[in-house]
């Protein structure tokens, strides 16, 4: 059961859905204050969608100032895995952890409906259970989820299979290559604009978000098996 | 030491969409003024930054805007520094 910090900062109000979503899942998930350092142990960090701070200044530019974040980077850098969901993917653009950043909306509007994704890449800990291919029906709720980033660093994200998830039947908010989420160069550090962890449940509209947090779940089991076998293989 | 105020002002990075400058530029042609274009809406800022030098001063703001102020991605920004 892989043990799940979601960081809950002032702002957050999909600190309680994410986290249900992790349990729902198997998982051992509970909150860590932005003020705390101490991630508990944490196999996976999850930064989910809010307001932090009022969106002041720009989304998450202050958030990724918190106490909390320099263990969000410490726990990337050591190979974690990490999801920032809507605004948790604008903290980790700020933060320096994914390239590129969110801006306005194209068409300046608050949006706030289904959106259609494409699973682009299954090499994440949080897609590994969908197919390529596969299109999900996702929430959307932001002002600010037009991503965005130079000619070179896009060009870097198509060709390394970064890019993770991509829009489909219309670009809600004028991203570059309808990007709606990425990944870094490890893999490990993913960020999404729509809400997985609002969709679920057939309760819920759908259960086509639930995978990204199964994906934790299975990752957790093959570790589990490869380390058992590298046990058994040194008791032989 | 003497306290200078500073004036930031960051931008949406150029070759970037800007759908505030847009939809301020569309909203004045409809008032009338159609002599305008290329509209871009940013922000302004004020410090006031205690230093030894304007060019301190200066230096400090500059080293806000690369942490803070701007985002390097998507704004560009520069400082003018008044009289302490």
């Known amino acids: 059961m892989p043990r799940v910090a979601v960081v809950v900062f002032p702002g957050s109000n999909c600190d309680a859905d994410t986290?249900?979503?992790?349990?729902?899942?198997?998982?051992?998930?509970?909150?860590?204050?932005?003020?705390?350092?101490?991630?508990?142990?944490?196999?996976?960090?999850v930064l989910p969608g809010g307001f932090s701070y009022g969106d002041y200044l720009r989304?998450?530019?202050?958030?990724?100032?918190?106490?909390?974040?320099?263990?969000?980077?410490?726990?990337?850098?050591?190979?974690?895995?990490v999801l920032g969901i809507c605004n948790g993917f604008q903290i980790?653009?700020?933060a320096g952890l994914l390239p590129g950043?969110?801006?306005?909306?194209?068409?300046?509007?608050?949006?706030?409906?289904p959106a259609w994704v494409r699973v682009e890449s299954t090499d994440t800990p949080f897609t590994r259970l969908y197919q390529v291919g596969e299109v999900l029906e996702l929430p959307i709720a932001h002002g600010d989820g037009r991503y965005v980033a130079d000619p070179g660093t896009t060009a870097e994200l198509e060709a390394g299979d970064r890019v993770v998830w991509r829009y489909v039947r219309d670009n809600?908010?004028?991203?570059?290559n309808e990007i709606a989420g990425i990944c870094n160069a490890g893999r490990n550090v993913v960020g999404i604009m729509p809400h997985p962890e609002r969709r679920n449940a057939p309760v819920l509209g759908g259960p086509d978000g639930a995978r990204v947090f199964l994906s934790m779940e299975a990752r957790n089991a093959t570790q589990h098996a490869v380390d058992v076998r590298a046990v058994g293989d040194s008791r032989v | 030491?003497?306290?200078?105020?500073?004036?930031?002002?960051?931008?949406?990075?150029?070759?970037?969409?800007?759908p505030?400058?847009?939809?301020v530029e569309h909203a004045l042609h409809a008032l009338g003024f159609g002599e305008v274009a290329r509209v871009r809406v940013g922000k302004h800022l004020?410090?006031?930054?205690?230093?030894?030098?304007?060019?301190?001063?200066?230096a400090r703001a500059r080293a806000m805007c690369d942490r803070l102020l701007a985002n390097p991605v998507t704004e560009d920004f520069d400082v003018a520094v008044g009289t302490g």
């Open chain 1, 19 to 45: 986290l249900a979503a992790a349990r729902a899942a198997g998982c051992d998930a509970y909150y860590v204050w932005h003020r705390d350092t101490d991630l508990q142990r944490a196999d996976v960090v």
């Open chain 1, 59 to 81: 989304s998450g530019a202050i958030a990724r100032f918190s106490p909390v974040m320099a263990s969000v980077a410490a726990h990337a850098r050591a190979g974690g895995p």
């Open chain 1, 92 to 94: 980790l653009c700020e």
């Open chain 1, 101 to 113: 950043g969110l801006m306005r909306n194209a068409r300046q509007r608050f949006l706030s409906r």
């Open chain 1, 172 to 176: 809600p908010n004028g991203s570059t």
């Open chain 2, 1 to 18: 030491m003497t306290a200078y105020r500073v004036e930031v002002r960051v931008m949406p990075r150029a070759a970037l969409l800007d």
């Open chain 2, 20 to 23: 505030q400058g847009q939809a």
């Open chain 2, 46 to 58: 004020l410090l006031d930054v205690e230093a030894a030098s304007r060019d301190e001063a200066a």
